[in-house]
Nanobody, 125 residues
Framework: QLVESGGGSVEAGGSLRLSCAVS??????????VGWFRQAPGQEREGVAG????????YYSDSAKGRFTISQDSAKNTVYLEMNDLKPVDSGMYYC???????????????????WGEGTQVTVS
């Protein structure tokens, strides 16, 4: 089970910190990937950032580089997405997803993600 939290409404230039709590996942305790994805209305879901839990490598989309930071508390099986300098184009539903891989680039690849959270809404005005 993956549960996202931390979404909300902010003004452009503001910040939000999203959390993804992972529980009951078969690969917990070993290395696996968690990625953050977002989907705006009428648009495809896209990968934003990813990390290897217990591996600490990270991967960012071009739109996220320099503004977003993905981090983890591996003891809590929680992955965070710190988003700064938010823009209206960052608005959308943000999802976290997991797959059993240590290849960080796969953490933001839609195909093959095994478990998804229900999402948290981010609105930037």
């Amino acid at each position: 089970q993956l549960v996202e939290s931390g979404g909300g409404s902010v003004e452009a230039g503001g910040s939000l910190r999203l959390s993804c709590a992972v529980s009951g996942y078969p690969h917990i305790g070993s290395t696996f990937c968690v990625g953050w994805f977002r989907q705006a209305p009428g648009q495809e879901r896209e990968g934003v950032a990813g990390t290897v839990v217990h591996g600490f490598t990270t991967y960012y989309s071009d739109s996220a580089k320099g503004r977003f930071t993905i981090s983890q508390d591996s003891a809590k099986n929680t992955v965070y997405l710190e988003m700064n300098d938010l823009k209206p184009v960052d608005s959308g539903m943000y999802y976290c997803a997991a797959r059993g891989s240590n290849v960080v680039a796969l953490a933001t690849t839609l195909i093959g993600m095994e478990f998804w959270g229900e999402g948290t809404q981010v609105t930037v005005s």
